[in-house]
């Protein structure tokens, strides 16, 4: 148990509304991660953040903003959801401590834009 | 770019008899190397990892993976499966120069026959 919490864990939401999914951890942790899981395409990395107000984006960032204010929360943003970001959602964390800097994943969110 | 492919989408495998999913990973540097797991409505866990020394890893659950340098890849095996064996099955590479982001092969769905 890495100590990630994600919530909502579910979500129904409209075309065209925001929506933001939060990510939080306990352990203090300095790199975290959102990935969205789509069959046939594993996980695919959307933003990073390896420090407060330090974010990057990664290979699917298109229509998704990020913000991490403080260390434990990384929050993720459909400025305007659209149906193909119907998705499960992924935050994980990147384990410094560990051998070979592993990442560990929180339990998912699943998003469904109608 | 680099890129990781799991040739098998599905296997189907026998209670008892033995298992390997094969993932190959295309990159110039030796990466950090993940399998995950992943039942059906969970998040992912860590089946084992390699990072340097010994090719031959172990994890949990009586996995293990070997890493062949020659062929790029990191294929996954346990000698004999259980019925709580059936799950997806994840390949993931890292690289400490780029944060650790990993990139994830699209999957292996594996069924168990009783």
């Known amino acids: 148990d890495a100590g990630i919490t994600q919530s909502p864990r579910h979500k129904v939401t409209e075309t065209g509304t925001p929506v933001t999914l939060r990510c939080h951890q306990t352990?203090?942790?300095?790199?975290m991660y959102w990935y969205r899981q789509d069959p046939g395409h594993g996980l695919r990395l959307i933003h990073y953040s390896y420090g407060v107000k330090d974010t990057d984006k990664g290979e699917v960032s298109d229509g998704y903003s990020v913000s991490r204010s403080k260390t434990e929360d990384f929050l993720l943003t459909l400025e305007s959801a659209t149906s193909s970001q119907t998705s499960v959602y992924f935050c994980a964390i990147q384990d410094r401590a560990s051998s070979g800097n592993t990442i560990y994943f929180g339990e998912g969110s699943w998003l469904t834009v109608v | 770019a680099q890129s990781v492919t799991q040739p098998d989408i599905h296997i189907t495998v026998s209670e008892g008899a033995s298992l390997e999913l094969r993932c190959n990973y295309s990159y110039g540097a030796t990466p950090y190397l993940f399998w995950y797991v992943q039942s059906p409505g969970q998040g992912l866990q860590l089946l084992l990892k390699?990072?340097?020394?010994?090719?031959l890893v172990q994890g949990i659950k009586g996995f293990e993976a070997e890493f062949k340098r020659s062929q790029s890849s990191f294929n996954l095996r346990k000698p004999s499966v259980h019925w709580s064996d059936a799950a997806e099955y994840f390949c993931a590479v890292g690289f400490k120069a780029a944060g650790n982001k990993l990139t994830f092969g699209g999957g292996t769905r594996v069924l168990v026959k009783p």
């Open positions: 390699y990072f340097s020394g010994d090719t």
């Open positions: 352990e203090n942790h300095r790199y």
